[in-house]
């Protein structure tokens, strides 16, 4: 058979599942591009930013929990990726980036277009590559799909030059596709150990991370915790793994945690940390976090075990097989006096959200949102005081549901992240909670999910400001609020309309309710404008470098 | 190239590098010179996490191949 690179690429993505493909195309990826017009099994979304389509490939794959492409021109095109790249790695995303590249004989002169796209990408990826022949795509997509997936995922970066595109090439068979290392082998030692200490435990609470959703183990969480009648919280990015409403669920722990989990967890005598990596914004000052704790810590990669906090068992392996050797040594364990101090603890220190029946409020609209929403949903955020809210109050109902920027914490994801979620689940209603401030970040997205019609509802919570910050300078620097409001409010409902979407606001109407309904039920996508009062803090709040339970509460006289 | 960005971006400074192919044409063999730190293990840990590292190995304080070469970076 005779093959261009280009046509190999795009060949190699199909025989990996590949349907969807968002990307920008510009000189250096004709090619590529050329080969992708002729394809009968992957469409294309043309994205309106680089940084959009690599959110809208994340999006795709943390639904999925499958790798997703996207593809970037060289040079501006390139640098315009990183971000989205460098989110992938530290919420460790599947996502596979193809950027087109000068041809070999002009790298290095300063060429039209050119940038130094593998150095810059060494840093942000789980692995990268460069591809010096159209032979060698053999091996590097197939390889790209087998890190991209195997022990903990992460994003992959693919550059090729132009005439690699363009050279043609005899072969006669295609490879293999990439599949996932599986080298675990579980210490069985070591899981003994483990459920000696579960076992011993008088106070057990079990953490989960963002690793209990990438392993597809919640089911088998869910099933450990209810053997073990035990208390769980929840990361950040470990959110859905189990249902929000779940009798066992004490919510999100850490910075921005219900008062009650905070405490809970400074008095339990065993931490089973299972897929989770003991991020700052979890632990709060380390010293302090669960100090009386053994700590029980199962994760897939091996250096995140006793990299914060020292582990009384540490164990290498995937979650869903480490629970299902673990839990026919773990003794059932009925309610007991450790469950009635959790309620206590509920009693004395609630979590208290101001508003919440009122649907035009900050918390208001996150419950009366959740309240309406039918069948297969989905919710993304940007990054700030929005987003904290969502975490505390959304009703999550099963992994994978929720999206949000964990580890970089990039504004700007919410919206293209929506718009990848819905281009894979295009029965569901997505929703994106973001501000004023994330939104204008990627807006340009807003034409890209009218023109593929997707089921994206907006909702914009906009106070004109850059919320989180403006909170932190209140609290933290003597009410010094410097560039943290915008000067001028922006009309998002004639944006919207500009962009062809259907706006609806919040600010200027009788019946809230209705127009919620309205809103969330015409299919296709909309933008909702909810203003917000900028003065309406997210509490509790641990203080940057703080211990967890020094978080400061909501005063219920002023907000 | 994968290494040298992961020592610096984890401000972890390197003093020596030296780098060769081994007999093996297809391998090369990476000696890096470090002061000994807290954070070494942690560092070995993400370096076995590099798809390009087969191997790390551990050795003691001032081994004979820095010396050697040492002549050559005489001033």
Redesign the interface.
């Known amino acids: 058979m005779n093959y261009t690179g280009a046509e190999i690429i795009i060949k190699l993505l199909e025989r990996h599942g590949i349907r969807q493909i968002a990307g920008i195309p510009g000189g250096a990826n004709l090619p590529m591009y050329d080969a992708l017009s002729q394809s009968e099994c992957i469409r294309h979304i043309l994205a309106r930013h680089e940084q959009g389509a690599g959110f809208i490939a994340q999006g795709q794959a943390r639904v999925t929990g499958r790798p997703a492409v996207f593809f970037a021109t060289s040079g501006p095109g390139a640098t315009n990726a990183i971000s989205a790249v460098a989110d992938a790695k530290l919420d460790s995303i599947p996502i596979i980036c193809i950027t087109g590249q000068v041809p070999q004989d002009m790298i290095g002169t300063d060429a039209f277009q050119e940038i130094d796209t593998y150095?810059l990408s060494?840093?942000i990826t789980?692995?990268n590559y460069f591809a010096r022949s159209a032979k060698e795509l053999f091996e590097i997509i197939p390889d790209a799909f087998r890190?991209a997936i195997s022990g903990r995922p992460g994003p992959i970066w693919i550059d090729v030059p132009k005439d690699v595109q363009m050279a043609l090439v005899e072969f006669d068979e295609w490879p293999k596709n990439g599949v996932a290392d599986n080298n675990f082998s579980l210490d069985m030692q070591s899981i003994q150990d483990a459920a000696t200490i579960i076992n011993e435990a008088k106070r057990p609470i079990v953490y989960v991370g963002g690793g209990a959703i990438h392993s597809e183990a919640s089911e088998s969480v869910q099933a450990l915790i209810e053997k073990l009648n035990a208390p769980t919280v929840m990361t950040l990015m470990g959110l859905g793994a189990l249902p929000s409403r779940h009798p066992l669920s004490l919510g999100m722990l850490g910075m921005h945690a219900a008062p009650f989990t905070n405490h809970a967890l400074e008095e339990c005598d065993a931490l089973i940390a299972l897929g989770a990596r003991f991020d700052d914004r979890a632990t709060g000052k380390v010293a302090q976090f669960c100090p009386d704790a053994k700590i029980v810590h199962v994760d897939i990669?091996?250096?995140e075990l006793n990299?914060i906090k020292n582990a009384k068992i540490g164990i290498v392996a995937d979650l869903d097989d480490a629970i299902e050797a673990l839990s026919p040594l773990i003794d059932s364990k009925e309610a007991d006096e450790w469950n009635d101090r959790i309620e206590q603890l509920k009693g004395e220190y609630p979590m208290y959200m101001p508003d919440l029946v009122d649907p035009t409020s900050a918390y208001g609209i996150i419950d009366h949102v959740a309240g309406m929403l039918e069948g297969e949903t989905y919710i993304t955020t940007d990054v700030g005081q929005h987003q904290m809210r969502v975490a505390q109050a959304y009703p999550f109902e099963y992994p994978r549901q929720w999206l949000t920027s964990g580890g970089l914490g990039t504004m700007g994801f919410g919206l293209p992240a929506a718009i990848g979620a819905a281009l894979e689940k295009p029965e569901a209603t997505v929703v994106c909670f973001t501000g004023d401030g994330s939104i204008l970040m990627n807006i340009q997205e807003l034409i890209t999910a009218v023109e593929e019609n997707l089921n994206v509802k907006i909702f914009v919570c906009n106070n004109n400001s850059l919320g989180l910050v403006h909170q932190q300078q209140d609290l933290f620097y003597e009410k010094r609020i410097f560039a943290a409001n915008y000067s001028r409010a922006v009309d998002f409902v004639k944006i919207a309309e500009g962009f062809q979407m259907d706006s609806f606001d919040l600010g200027t109407c009788v019946d809230p309710m209705s127009l919620i309904a309205n809103a969330l039920a015409k299919p296709g996508p909309a933008l909702i404008n909810v203003p917000i009062n900028v003065y309406h803090k997210v509490f509790p709040m641990v203080p940057p470098g703080g211990a967890n339970k020094e978080m400061l509460l909501r005063d219920r006289v002023t907000a | 190239?994968?290494v040298c960005?992961?020592f610096a971006?984890r401000a972890f400074n390197v003093d020596g590098v030296l780098c060769l192919p081994t007999g093996d044409v297809t391998k090369s063999r990476l000696w890096l010179r470090v002061k000994e730190d807290l954070r070494l293990e942690?560092m070995i840990?993400?370096l076995?996490?590099?798809?390009d590292v087969l191997a790390v190995r551990r050795h003691g304080a001032s081994h004979a191949v820095f010396e050697r070469i040492g002549e050559y970076f005489r001033e």
Not at chain 2, 48 to 51: D, M
């Open positions: 150095g060494v840093p789980k692995h890190v990669d091996a250096s990299k | 190239m994968h960005s992961l971006r942690q840990l993400q076995q996490k590099l798809e």
